[in-house]
């Protein structure tokens, strides 16, 4: 069975600080994975996804993520944050069989300080 | 277009009401999908429909009651609801591949009074 964990449940920083939210999973075959970005009384929108290849994933709005095999993670980065940037995201994956279920973590949300 | 569209926005209604969640994309997606998000927790899969037939039932109760009328069209049935059903219903829809990632609509925000 496959699963994600997303360790912190709040991320304060300040307004062009760098930002980091962690993202681990766990599954017993290969996976994709993706990273979704819920702005308040909104649906979803992909910020970017892993599917093979490259490890360093570059996504919309100046987001990143490294895929890493070794340690089951997949962290999300920015190198400066704004204030708009203060959102709830979900990382997800998706196993390489015929299931179309995303999993979820639980959400991290990053307030974004002036 | 990459847009999923949900109707109603807001719906309120009583335990004994009746009414229809409505979710359109035309984007040629072949996979259509029900999610429940409460408050502060990640969204959780209801249905998945796959070339309009129910592939995936997530244990939901029977109050809920899906429906994909053709490949662009995805309705979801409410009837006898009950208030811990308060919550936001999202949409999505992807491509019938695993590495093809899901768009979702906004959502119609649920409240059962």
């Known amino acids: 069975a496959q699963s994600v964990t997303q360790l912190d449940s709040q991320v304060p920083v300040f307004e062009e600080a760098p930002v980091e939210l962690r993202c681990n999973y766990s599954?017993?075959?290969?996976?994709?994975l993706f990273w979704y970005v819920q702005y308040p009384n909104q649906g979803l929108q992909l910020l970017l996804k892993?599917?093979?290849?490259?490890?360093l994933v570059k996504g919309i709005n100046g987001f990143e993520a490294e895929f890493n095999k070794s340690q089951t993670s997949f962290h999300l980065r920015k190198p400066s944050v704004h204030i708009s940037d203060t959102a709830e995201y979900f990382c997800a994956v998706n196993q390489m069989d015929s299931s179309y279920k995303l999993i979820f973590g639980s959400g991290t949300r990053l307030l974004v300080r002036p | 277009d990459t847009e999923v569209t949900q109707t109603p926005k807001h719906l309120v209604m009583g335990m004994t009401n009746k009414k229809s969640l409505k979710c359109e994309q035309h984007?040629?997606?072949?996979?259509m999908y029900w999610y429940k998000q409460k408050a502060k927790k990640p969204p959780e899969l209801m249905f998945v429909?796959?070339?309009?037939?129910?592939?995936i039932n997530e244990s939901v109760p029977s109050r809920f009651s899906p429906e994909c009328p053709n490949s662009s069209l995805l309705n979801l049935h409410l009837h006898a609801l009950q208030p811990e059903d308060s919550a936001l219903y999202l949409c999505?829809?992807?491509?019938?591949?695993?590495?093809?990632?899901?768009?979702f609509g906004q959502g119609t925000r649920l409240t059962v009074v």
């Open positions: 892993y599917l093979s290849g490259s490890t």
């Open positions: 999505a829809s992807s491509q019938l591949t695993v590495n093809s990632e899901a768009f």
């Open positions: 599954s017993s075959v290969s996976v994709y």
């Open positions: 429909y796959s070339y309009e037939k129910l592939s």
């Open positions: 984007m040629g997606h072949r996979a």
